[in-house]
């Protein structure tokens, strides 16, 4: 199906979204995605939703499925839903030209659950950064953010906790400090954060919390163990 068939049946509120249609969006082009934007905005707020959590569970199922072109222009959305399933959507985006947006969301989204999203999106280049994928200045500048968000405690809990899960990978002597201190938080959420963040460390050192822990079974009401990296 061709772009203008899916924009249309896209802004047609009283049509299903069929497969068919959604794979229309594939691929596009930067004058192409222009045309997607003209055609998203006039969409209302909830079949917009609804269309960017099927092109996720699309691109999940399929890895062949390129919507990362939408899920890009979407970070721009209005709606606090949209740009979170959006950054969902680029969880594998490894581009450089992906980190500046992603800091701007992290330092300036009016959501809280839209920025946690971004840190987490940061966190793959830091792991990329600990395989010399990443340009120096573009890893000091992913390290220093996803810092000094986490050591904002005005950003609220879950920002920290991702914000420190996402840094992890750096391991620097201020780090492992964070981590020590989230261990030891009275929050069990933070907790878990810590233990995972451990995990995403590669070092050895921490392995014998880790296995205690996952031996333990730990989890939160609010935070499931996720088993470590090492």
Known sequence: MSLEQSLKELANEDSP????????????????????????????????????????????????????????????????????????????????????????????????????????????FAALAQEDKVLSGDAERVRDCLLAVFEDARGGLELQRRSLEAVAPFNTPRIKEHIRRGYGHSDPSMRCSAIHAMGRTGEVGWLPLILKEEQAGYSSDNCAYVKADI
Request: charged letters at 30%; hydrophobic letters at 45%; proline letters at 1%.
């Open 17 to 124: 979204l069929r497969h068919s249609s959604l794979l229309g969006l594939t691929g596009l082009s930067e004058a192409q995605v222009a045309t997607f934007q003209q055609v998203w905005r006039l969409v209302s707020a909830a079949r917009r939703r609804r269309a960017i959590a099927r092109l996720v569970e699309l691109a999940e199922e399929n890895a062949e499925m390129d919507f990362n072109s939408v899920f890009i222009a979407c970070l721009d959305d209005p709606d606090d839903e949209v740009r979170e399933r959006a950054l969902s959507g680029l969880w594998e985006y490894d581009d450089r030209s992906l980190i500046s947006k992603l800091i701007k969301l992290l330092t300036s989204d009016s959501s809280e659950r839209v920025r946690a999203a971004a840190a987490l999106g940061l966190g793959r």
